[in-house]
């Protein structure tokens, strides 16, 4: 069981809008910790694709959008396009542990 | 440019000790932490701990602890992952990433490890 709560799956077709949710908790984005989205490739490392809660590191398309409130963040997809199909991981802090990571469980996206 | 070069696929037999190493390289490596994060076959992302190389500062995961041991190298910029005796359910990637300002912004290519008997 994952600490951030993300659904296991969401699809969309070419050119179309995605989001993908990230709920967590008191004790993590609750707490004012940042929230951050990693994009993975089946046999690769994960990637970082949006860094506290809303910004592209250099080379992220703009198509690619981040946002925070309350306890949850959402990743944002626009344009849909087929190279998008991956594994999306929402990441914060923690205070349970001091300095610790905790992720969301992941989530596929299919490109239709 | 900044790189994390983690060390080759591994594979060992249960009751077996395993050493795995992280080799960074383009920025200060002891002001940096390095966590280390666990995906087994299919599976999703797992901090297992983080670690300083400035002082060699250690946070674990409580999953983790006394499980696996985590070190650095500062005359060669290496981190270290080791497991004293392995277990099949520790077959899986491990991945080495640095923070920097709280944000895990590059990692290592990951290394796979298999425990079969």
């Known amino acids: 069981q994952s600490v951030l709560t993300q659904p296991p799956s969401v699809s969309g077709a070419p050119g179309q809008r995605v989001t993908i949710s990230c709920s967590g908790s008191s004790s993590n984005v609750g707490a004012g910790y940042d929230v951050h989205w990693f994009q993975q490739f089946p046999g690769t490392a994960p990637k970082l694709l949006i860094s506290r809660n809303t910004n592209r590191p250099a080379g992220v398309p703009d198509r690619f959008s981040g946002s925070r409130s309350g306890t949850s963040a959402s990743l944002a997809i626009t344009g849909l396009q087929a190279e998008d199909e991956a594994d999306y991981y929402c990441q914060s802090f923690d205070t349970t542990v001091s300095g610790s990571w905790v992720f969301g469980g992941g989530t596929k996206l299919t490109v239709l | 440019e900044v790189q994390l070069v983690q060390s080759g696929a591994e594979v060992k037999k249960p009751g077996e000790s395993l050493k795995i190493s992280c080799k960074g390289s383009?920025?200060?490596?002891?002001?940096?932490?390095i966590g280390w994060v666990r995906q087994m076959p299919g599976k999703g992302l797992e901090w297992m701990g983080i670690?300083?190389?400035?002082?060699?500062?250690?946070r674990y995961s409580p999953s983790f602890q006394g499980h696996v041991t985590m070190s650095t190298d500062k005359s060669t910029n290496t981190a270290y992952l080791q497991w004293s005796s392995l277990k099949p359910s520790d077959t899986a990637m491990y991945f080495c990433?640095?923070?920097?300002?709280?944000?895990?912004?590059?990692w290592g290519q990951g290394t796979l490890v298999t425990v079969s008997s």
């Open positions: 990433a640095r923070q920097f300002r709280q944000v895990p912004d590059y």
């Open positions: 383009g920025y200060s490596f002891s002001d940096y932490w």
């Open positions: 670690i300083y190389p400035g002082d060699s500062d250690i």
